[in-house]
């Protein structure tokens, strides 16, 4: 994936002012075991490299709070707050680590982390709310610099983002026109700016105005017709933002970007990503690894309770869908009775569910029948530790650690075409909708959020993911 310039420079300004940040802690007050040659021992000294790691963790938060999207980079007061809070908590985990870890190289005193947090505070603030935001907006100004863009759509939300453009254009937008099969081509849609194709034609657009980015704001589409416009444009070389109203749901339950307040969902491009894929299926490996080493004593107590009080196997072993169609057999710790998956009426009413039909009390988005859970079921399943097992089938290949939820044969059967897309890349432990809403919400809204997922997938977006499904699995929300 392609990451803007701006996101790429701001990220390596705050690893510096952070990595600065604790050196000069440390010299301050003068508990740094830095001697001699500083290229020859001080980069590759303990300290170093302890504060490396330091910076990088403390990126991953700026990152988890949203401080790389631009509608926080171009504010004063939400940026600096947000820096803050996340500075605050960077600094009380370097205090509890300081504690434990008796080293001559980590923070031991008050002081210090004191100065470390000062320093970095008024560093990073100083860089980017009042060096880099105003050099941007500036930057962004000059003709020279500006982005070309088109509005896939005519309706009130491609109007939207026209009127909005031409009232404080702080993004640097050169609007060029509309893109619409509404309008015949040349009509004009707003002010000056007129259609300058049809949808079928945006590969010729771009290439012919030399668009860089696409605004899709289609409000008078179904999602098969949204998701064929989203194939045409990831197909150009221009960026493509997702502002219809079928993806509503995204910024509803997502913090995403937005350009004047209006929210947006940046999906990549079809780019040749076989690193990033590779880095991935790594994490997958080592994470699964880990994870049933290090959760190898609360699975066999798992083990035991289950066994004890309910007849029956103690795993369930289920055939699902994986990704591009292909079945493979799915692992959970058994949390219901003996013969509820043959279930006939659960059956209806998923489908039925999948196909819009049936309405869930609540919006909840599992459709299960509550009588034939067991004690420890409930329990189990609550908090999701009834999928851990699922460790193994990420260990074999056939899942990862983060991605769409694999479906049962018979739910993928009542898929519609555009559903199948969750299934282009390889089913997940865990995903955005288990963390964002989980069991609420009808099921275009989930698949509209795995499809987020996929269009933004990195090993940084699966880290979040992964953070962020802790607390929900420890509090159970939206469990069941």
């Given at each position: 994936m392609k990451y803007p310039a701006y996101k790429i420079v701001l990220v390596i300004l705050d690893f510096f002012f952070l990595r600065l940040s604790f050196s000069v802690a440390m010299q301050l007050k003068g508990v740094s075991h830095v001697q001699g040659d500083l290229v020859k021992y001080y980069l590759f000294s303990p300290e170093f490299f302890t504060f490396f790691i330091f910076s990088l963790l403390i990126v991953l938060i700026f990152q988890s709070r949203n401080l790389y999207k631009m509608n926080i980079i171009l504010t004063q007061a939400k940026q600096s707050v947000i820096i803050f809070i996340c500075l605050a908590?960077?600094?009380?985990?370097?205090?509890?680590?300081?504690?434990?870890?008796?080293?001559?190289?980590?923070?031991?005193?008050?002081l210090a982390v004191a100065y470390f947090a000062a320093f970095s505070f008024v560093s990073i603030i100083l860089c980017r709310v009042f060096v880099f935001t105003p050099l941007y907006i500036r930057m962004n100004k000059n003709a020279m610099n500006r982005k070309k863009v088109v509005i896939v759509g005519s309706g009130i939300p491609a109007k939207s983002f026209a009127v909005e453009m031409g009232i404080g254009n702080v993004y640097g937008f050169q609007m060029l026109g509309f893109v619409t099969d509404e309008i015949?081509?040349?009509?004009?849609?707003?002010?000056?700016y007129a259609v300058l194709g049809k949808v079928s034609d945006i590969s010729t657009i771009v290439n012919t105005h030399s668009v860089d980015e696409i605004i899709i704001a289609e409000s008078g589409v179904n999602y098969d017709e949204l998701m064929h416009i989203i194939d045409l444009c990831r197909n150009t070389t221009a960026h493509i933002n997702v502002a219809s109203p079928l993806f509503e749901v995204v910024h509803k339950k997502f913090t995403v970007d937005s350009y004047f307040d209006l929210p947006i969902a940046h999906l990549k491009k079809v780019d040749d990503e076989s690193f990033m894929w590779a880095i991935k299926r790594g994490i997958d490996i080592i994470g699964s690894l880990l994870g049933l080493i290090i959760l190898s004593i609360p699975l066999l107590f798992i083990v035991m309770l289950i066994k004890l009080t309910s007849p029956g196997p103690v795993f369930y072993k289920q055939v699902r869908v994986g990704k591009h169609g292909r079945q493979f057999n799915f692992y959970k710790f058994r949390s219901m009775r003996v013969g509820s998956d043959q279930d006939k009426d659960r059956i209806k009413k998923m489908q039925s569910f999948i196909k819009g039909t049936l309405s869930n009390e609540n919006g909840n988005s599992k459709v299960i029948n509550e009588l034939m859970v067991t004690t420890v079921g409930k329990f189990i399943r609550k908090t999701s530790i009834d999928e851990l097992p699922q460790l193994i089938n990420v260990l074999k290949g056939e899942m990862s650690l983060v991605g769409p939820r694999p479906c049962l044969p018979y739910e993928y059967e009542a898929y519609d075409e555009w559903h199948k897309r969750r299934l282009s890349v390889l089913p997940g432990c865990t995903g955005l909708w288990q963390v964002s809403s989980r069991a609420e919400g009808d099921f275009d809204d989930m698949v509209v959020l795995d499809l987020y997922y996929i269009g933004n997938i990195s090993p940084t977006f699966d880290l979040q993911l992964i953070l962020r499904t802790i607390p929900v699995m420890i509090f159970g929300r939206g469990g069941k």
């Open positions: 908590y960077a600094t009380i985990g370097l205090t509890v680590v300081a504690f434990f870890v008796r080293s001559p190289w980590i923070i031991d005193s008050r015949p081509v040349g009509n004009v849609v707003y002010e000056s």
